[in-house]
């Protein structure tokens, strides 16, 4: 189902996936500078400096629990501008830090007002979008949030190179600053005063026993958080993997954003066959694939050194390809009950999901040090975990 929306659906498309390329490039612009941030911080040791990464996603987490809330009665908007204001403060604290400690605490809070723009952009779209239709729209948002992805390296290396790291946080700031005053200005308010619920001490708790009274939400949010996580390991590691392991310095923004071609196609797909053939059976079918193909990777490469780069290769795309098709159409399907109370169910969404993914990341990547093998140990603990969620759901809804 849709409602009507006062900019072209193209527009919208394209400015939702702005609000939430924010986050990816807050983390992948600054990949190719983690070796000199570390040296700028008296920091070299690169498990520590994962923590870069890891630590905007904890902020993402925590964050969301607020401002989903808060925009369930105060409105889409003022939130989004009150999250952009937070990661702007943030950033300036960040490039500002003298040691690394200094740094994570700005890394967290701009995860913290980021929050805000990505999880108002899910509650916006379920204002007006439900069902297969969201998963259709998120899906095409998807296509157009991965360019960040695969061009931000691509930018970060170059500012780098022209310049230093801390231009690499101002050149993001910029962006940031820009797609809210276009938000601001083409995107109406779609949250219904009448629909507005009053903000008290019992509004998020509320919100909370009315999210976990619905099974499907609480189970496909647990998927979520899996799949975010499997992804989260290979961010805070693909550095480590194609930079330390495979010496590819130069060209690892390069890899990283042809890497990320395959996840913005799958995705691309999704969003055409979706309403042919529904978002639980194509996520479904991509999560056994996901899983058989790390399944696949570990037993031929379990008892060798990291295999041709070709050959890895291979498998990220393959495993990316999966992502494609699992991720918007499980967040959809975990909304679909909870329309009513989009703010909130968005943000618990997207903060169990993350806070989940944290601490599968750094235990997952604490062993990525001589092979890429515990990356496909990792996706293979998160896909088939997932699978086991499906059938549990399964035996849930069955009637007795």
């Not at 990505?118 to 069902?131: F, H, K, P």
């Not at 509004?203 to 619905?214: E, H, R, S, T």
Request: aromatic share 14%; charged share 10%.
């Amino acid at each position: 189902m849709k409602a009507a929306q006062n900019i072209s659906e193209l527009e919208f498309i394209a400015l939702m996936a702005f609000l939430m390329s924010n986050v990816a490039l807050s983390i992948d612009g600054i990949l190719p500078a983690l070796t000199d941030i570390g040296q700028s911080l008296n920091h070299t040791d690169l498990t520590d400096l994962q923590a870069i990464i890891t630590m905007i996603f904890l902020g993402l987490g925590i964050g969301q629990l607020f401002f989903g809330t808060l925009s369930d009665s105060l409105g889409r908007k003022p939130v989004v501008y009150i999250g952009g204001a937070t990661f702007l403060v943030a950033s300036v604290f960040a490039v500002s830090a003298k040691s690394l400690e200094l740094m994570l605490v700005g890394r967290f809070f701009q995860g913290v007002g980021l929050s805000a723009l990505r999880s108002v952009s899910v509650s916006i779209i379920r204002d007006l979008y439900s069902g297969d239709y969201m998963a259709r729209i998120m899906s095409f948002i998807t296509v157009i949030f991965i360019l960040v992805p695969m061009l931000a390296p691509i930018s970060g290396q170059l500012i780098l190179e022209a310049s230093n790291w801390q231009t690499i946080f101002y050149f993001q700031m910029g962006f940031t600053c820009l797609t809210i005053i276009w938000f601001g200005i083409r995107q109406k308010e779609t949250l219904k005063i009448n629909d507005r619920i009053k903000l008290d001490r019992y509004l998020f708790i509320n919100g909370v026993k009315a999210f976990f009274g619905f099974k499907e939400t609480v189970i496909y949010t647990l998927i979520s958080g899996l799949m975010t996580g499997s992804f989260l390991v290979y961010l805070s590691s693909a550095k480590q993997i194609f930079q330390d392991q495979y010496g590819m310095i130069t060209e690892f923004a390069y890899i990283f954003a042809g890497l990320s071609f395959f996840l913005g196609l799958s995705t691309f797909f999704n969003g055409s066959l979706v309403l042919k053939y529904g978002g639980k059976k194509l996520a479904s079918f991509a999560l056994y694939l996901f899983s058989v193909s790390a399944l696949i990777y570990i037993i031929l490469f379990s008892y060798t050194e990291n295999p041709n780069l070709y050959v890895l290769l291979v498998f990220i795309s393959a495993q990316f390809g999966c992502i494609g098709f699992i991720a918007g159409n499980i967040r959809a399907l975990a909304m679909e009950p909870i329309g009513h109370i989009a703010g909130i169910g968005a943000s618990l969404n997207g903060a169990i999901s993350t806070v989940m993914a944290v601490p599968l990341a750094m235990l997952i990547g604490h062993f990525i040090d001589q092979t890429a093998l515990p990356l496909f140990v990792g996706f293979l603990a998160c896909g088939a975990s997932s699978i086991v969620l499906l059938f549990a759901l399964e035996k849930i809804k069955k009637p007795r």
